[in-house]
């Protein structure tokens, strides 16, 4: 049989009856106790000073019960001794985190005696509060107006277009008045938690000051007890809003309190049993619910309806609400590749070229592109659309940019300014059809003024002009070989006027006279 504590009314009971002349077998029978503890209780009664007819006091009773309890169940055996006169090795430990079984193992060995496991685990719980969980109290309610906690969940299915999709319940609720909001998404990016954000600002009049959020990707990109980092988008909506944002430590629900349970509060008051179509309607169910049913409960707390108690109490306490929508701008970060474009939402931008190789931060707003560099705005763009490239000729290298944007009249001024010869040869050569396909060509030529003498390169074009020879190879043959100012051979004069010269024609006397009178 299990033992039961007497209760102290028991005890007084037991007294009183005693007192007042009552045999031990009717005690029993008149509190239901046994008869042997109704003895032992008149026995200790009996060496505390009662007497039969003497009155029964509270400090009696308290004299009575410590003498059964010290002879009763509650006492100590030779292997609690042991514990206690081991007590600070047993502390020492416990507090490295020595598993209790190993405890037990190493007091075996340096005490000489095997303590019971049940022992141990009672002694090391009551005594050096092992296992135990760590105290904790409630915290002090936040300024009206101030704390807005917030929490994300799933918190059901919905059939859309022929496709069932899980939706995601964005919780936001009022630290002091309970008073809650819930935007429904089918996502969690930083976008669906801005619109979210922007739609309880619109459903509670105003701003809060404080957002507790949890550890979500789309607000904190990198969670620490300490020094969390926020994602760039979402701080900066903070800054446009003006309000802070503080994360819940992770696996610290007791930091976001209040919101902690609403999910599966959403999950089963709003969702349960209902069919949406809809993700519209199912937002529009959900703001209704939250007027009334959820803000016009009872909370079991605060004891009030929320609703009501937001109305009087934080409202008033609100930063104003935003007049205009909020614009999302999507954050990233990129390496410079060697072609000077970093690619952003599908689109290609320039990067001037001291930045090949370096990471960058690229802001993709409405309408421009922002580039920085550590923190400095490096280069701007006006958005394309996707497949499309804004480029602009500055962030090439001189001598690069007129061939990478296809620069003739660049091309074309150049070679005029390295001389006359020169600028006709490179219009001869851009005259004919795709002049683009041939930018290379005069990019050579250009090359050539910058390797050689510019006067080799004139008389080279010069000459090539001349033979009607418009190829920049040839050009290039000319000057490595310097031959630029050797006399053109004489042109074959035809044999009769008006017919057309023969390209291998050859003189009579050209050919050797063979035996027959033939020439070979």
């Known amino acids: 049989m299990s033992y039961r504590e007497v209760h102290v009314v028991e005890v007084k009971e037991v007294v009183r009856l005693w007192s007042g002349g009552e ?48 002879q009763g169940p509650g006492v100590r055996g030779s292997s609690w001794a042991v514990c ?27 005490a000489g005696v095997v303590v ?15 296992g135990s969980r760590r105290a904790t109290v409630r915290l002090a309610e936040g300024k009206p107006g101030e704390e807005l906690q917030l929490d994300f969940g799933a918190v059901g299915w919905i059939t859309e277009g022929g496709r069932r999709r899980r939706v ?29 954000c922007e739609a309880a600002w619109a459903f509670f009049g105003g701003i809060f000051r404080v957002l507790i959020p949890d550890n979500l990707k789309a607000i904190v990109a990198r969670a620490d007890r300490d020094a969390p980092r926020l994602t760039t988008a979402f701080v900066e909506y903070a800054q446009a809003r003006g309000f802070v944002v503080d994360p819940a430590r992770v696996r610290h629900p007791q930091d976001k309190g209040r919101v902690e349970r609403s999910v599966q509060y959403v999950q089963t008051s709003l969702f349960a049993g209902e069919t949406f179509s809809t993700l519209t309607e199912a937002q529009a169910a959900a703001e209704r619910w939250c007027r009334g049913t959820a803000g016009q409960r009872v909370h079991g707390t605060t004891r009030r309806r929320p609703a009501e108690h937001f109305a009087q109490v934080e409202r008033q306490h609100l930063l104003p609400a935003p007049e205009e929508p909020y614009r999302v701008a999507r954050w990233s970060e990129a390496k410079v590749p060697r072609d000077h474009h970093v690619s952003v939402a599908k689109a290609l931008y320039s990067v001037p070229t001291q930045y090949i190789g370096e990471r960058v931060q690229v802001r993709c707003g409405d309408d421009l592109v922002k580039i920085y560099h550590r923190g400095k705005l490096i280069k701007t763009h006006p958005r394309v659309g996707p497949g499309q490239r804004s480029t602009d000729p500055e962030d090439y290298p001189v001598g690069v940019r007129e061939l990478a944007c296809r620069d003739q009249q660049a091309l074309l001024g150049q070679a005029q300014e390295a001389g006359q010869a020169i600028g006709l040869y490179a219009e001869r050569l851009l005259a004919g059809p795709q002049p683009w396909a041939r930018l290379r060509h005069v990019y050579r030529l250009l090359g050539l003024v910058r390797r050689y003498a510019a006067s080799a390169v004139e008389s080279a074009c010069a000459r090539a002009l001349e033979a009607d020879v418009i190829e920049v190879s040839r050009v290039a043959r000319m000057v490595e070989q310097a031959v630029e100012t050797d006399p053109l051979p004489a042109r074959p004069q035809p044999a009769q006027a008006g017919r057309r010269p023969l390209r291998f024609l050859r003189q009579a006397s050209e050919y050797r006279l063979i035996q027959g009178g033939a020439h070979e």
């Open 23 to 70: 045999s031990l077998r009717t005690i029993s029978r008149l509190t239901g106790l046994d008869r042997k503890t109704v003895r032992r209780y008149v026995k200790a009664a009996q060496q505390a000073g009662c007497r039969v007819g003497d009155p029964v006091e509270d400090a009696t009773v308290g004299e009575v019960i410590g003498r059964v309890r010290a």
């Open 84 to 110: 206690s006169e081991h007590r600070e090795l047993l502390a020492g430990w416990l507090d490295q985190e020595v598993p209790l079984s190993k405890v037990q193992e190493l007091l075996g060995r340096h």
């Open 116 to 130: 019971p496991y049940r022992t141990l685990h009672r002694y090391a719980t009551r005594e050096l509060g092992f």
């Open 168 to 196: 995601w319940a964005l919780v936001l609720v009022a630290a002091v008045s309970r008073h809650l909001f819930v935007w429904l998404t089918y996502r969690q990016s930083v976008g669906d938690v801005v619109s979210g």
